[in-house]
């Protein structure tokens, strides 16, 4: 499925939130890596990210 860019936002933001508030990580990210912003775009290029849009 294609996302717009509204989309996207609104499903990586979710994910970072999640993300920084203990949800576990769903994929391998460099211990360098801490931001949950840079955490949540890697889960979203793998295509990993459990969020769903839902269009009328």
């Known amino acids: 499925m294609k996302y717009t ?3 996207k936002a ?3 933001g979710a994910r970072a939130l999640q ?4 949800a576990p990580v769903l994929t391998e990210y460099p ?3 801490i ?3 840079d955490v949540a775009l890697l889960e979203y290029e793998e295509d990993l990210i459990p969020i769903t849009v839902v269009r009328d």
């Open 5 to 7: 860019r509204f989309e």
């Open 10 to 12: 609104r499903i990586i």
């Open 19 to 22: 993300i920084s508030y203990g």
């Open 31 to 33: 211990e360098n890596m």
């Open 35 to 37: 931001d949950p912003i």
